[in-house]
Every structure is written in structure tokens, then in C-alpha cells.
């Protein structure tokens, strides 16, 4: 059974940083795929960034050059690092990865970004 518990979110002023935590139990943690969602209020979940197995990146536009997606296999970990924060990163943040044609979610996080 896949189970994703996020942590590290909370209030910032525009221009923090934070950084998301989600630990995986999960069977071969290092072979797969971990992505980090986010949905603001009143907005479709959206996807932020992906990680493949083998450390690919991939990042939506709004994002990049400020989040950093990384994992530590050891600890069957993804990590968000979120830098230069704005208000409109403002949203509750799940992790995700996907199983038997099946897609896995945490329970979220919320980041606030205030201005």
C-alpha cells in the first residue's frame, strides 16, 4: 500500500523560503517517479515539479529558477526547497507518485506566502 506524508509548510513573508518534506512508503522508493502538486483556493490542482528515477527535473514555468525538486533515497524522501516566495505560490501542496495505473496523494501541506 503507497502512503505519502507531507511536512514544512506554514506562513511566510513574500520573498522566504521554505522547504517541503514528503516521506514515501513505498516499495522501490528509488526507481520511481515523485512529483509535487499544489492547489490554491477556488483553482485546479496544478503540477509544480517532477522527479524521474534516475533525478530528472521538471518544473513549471511559474517556478522555475525559485523551486528546487530533489529525493534522498536512503530516507524515501522528494523535497520541494521553495525560494523567493511570492503571494501567488500561496496553496495547500501535495506529493504524488503513481502505481498501478493508480495515482497516490498525500494529505498536503499549506504554504501562505503574505505580502
Known amino acids: 500500500q503507497v502512503q505519502l506524508a507531507e511536512s514544512g509548510g506554514g506562513l511566510v513573508q513574500a520573498g522566504g523560503s521554505l522547504r517541503l518534506s514528503c516521506v514515501a512508503s513505498v516499495r522501490t522508493f528509488s526507481l520511481r517517479a515523485m512529483g509535487w502538486y499544489r492547489q490554491a483556493p477556488g483553482k485546479q490542482r496544478e503540477l509544480v515539479a517532477t522527479i524521474s528515477g534516475d533525478g530528472r527535473t521538471t518544473y513549471t514555468d511559474s517556478v522555475k529558477g525559485r523551486f528546487t525538486i530533489s529525493k534522498d533515497n536512503a530516507k524515501n524522501t522528494v523535497y520541494l526547497q521553495m525560494n523567493s516566495l511570492k503571494p501567488e505560490d500561496t496553496a495547500v501542496y501535495y506529493c504524488?507518485?503513481?502505481?498501478?495505473?493508480?495515482?497516490?496523494w498525500g494529505q498536503g501541506t499549506q504554504v501562505t506566502v503574505s505580502s
Open positions: 504524488n507518485t503513481r502505481q498501478d495505473f493508480r495515482d497516490y
